[in-house]
C-alpha cells in the first residue's frame, strides 16, 4: 500500500460503488485489515480504548486481532494479550449493553460468525448493537473477512439485516486465493 495502482484504484472504485463506504485501505490479509480497523477505532478518539468483541470470534492471528478474537484456546502460548478487549456473547443483547461504555472505541463484531460455527444472529441482534454503538459514541466494526464479497447470497452479509457499520472488513473472497485484504470506512 505504498503505491497506489490502476487496478488497486479500479478495486476501491467498485468497492465504494458498492457498500457506505468511501474510504478503502488495502493490506495483505483479514487479520491486517482488522488490526487496521482495530487502530482507526482507538484513534478515532484517544480517549477510548476499549474493543467489544464476541465469544467464539475469530479475528486474525496477529496480537491485536488475536486478542479481540474470542476463542481462549486460540491464545494460550502468546500471552498475555494486550489489554482493551472485552468478551462478550454472541447475539446477547444485554451483555453488549453492560460491556459498552464511555471507554469503548468499538464493537467488533462477525455479521455471521464464521469459524466458530457459522453462526446467524438473531433478528434484531445487528440492529441493536448499531443503536448500542450510536448511543454510546462507539464504532461499530463488521468483520466481513468470510462472509463478504458475495458469499452469503449479497455482496456483503451486513446488507442482509439493514445494518451498515462504520467500519467494515474484507479479504479472503476478496482477492480470490492471493494475499489480500481491505479496510472500507467513511471520511
Known amino acids: ?59 486474525g492471528r496477529t496480537l491485536g486481532a488475536l486478542a479481540a478474537t474470542g476463542q481462549p484456546d486460540l491464545q494460550e502460548g502468546f500471552g498475555p494479550m494486550p489489554g482493551g478487549f472485552i468478551h462478550v456473547p454472541y447475539d446477547d443483547v444485554e451483555a453488549a449493553e453492560a460491556a459498552v461504555g464511555a471507554k469503548t472505541a468499538a464493537v467488533l463484531v462477525e455479521p455471521i460468525i464464521g469459524e466458530g460455527g457459522v453462526i ?29 464479497c458475495g458469499r452469503t447470497g449479497e455482496w456483503f452479509a451486513y446488507q442482509h439485516f439493514g445494518v451498515t457499520p462504520d467500519v467494515m472488513t474484507l479479504a479472503k473472497a476478496l482477492c480470490g486465493g492471493i494475499p489480500g485484504g481491505a479496510m472500507l470506512a467513511t471520511k
Open 1 to 59: 500500500n505504498l503505491y497506489y495502482t490502476e487496478p488497486a484504484a479500479r478495486l476501491a472504485q467498485r468497492l465504494v460503488e458498492r457498500t457506505f463506504a468511501d474510504r478503502v485501505f488495502f493490506c495483505n490479509s483479514g487479520t491486517e485489515a482488522n488490526e487496521a480497523a482495530i487502530k482507526m477505532a482507538r484513534r478515532h478518539d484517544s480517549a477510548r480504548h476499549e474493543i467489544v468483541s464476541a465469544f467464539r470470534s475469530f479475528h
Open 120 to 148: 446467524v444472529p438473531s433478528d434484531g441482534y445487528l440492529r441493536a448493537l448499531r443503536e448500542i454503538c450510536d448511543r454510546t459514541g462507539a464504532l461499530l466494526i463488521f468483520d466481513e473477512v468470510q462472509t463478504g
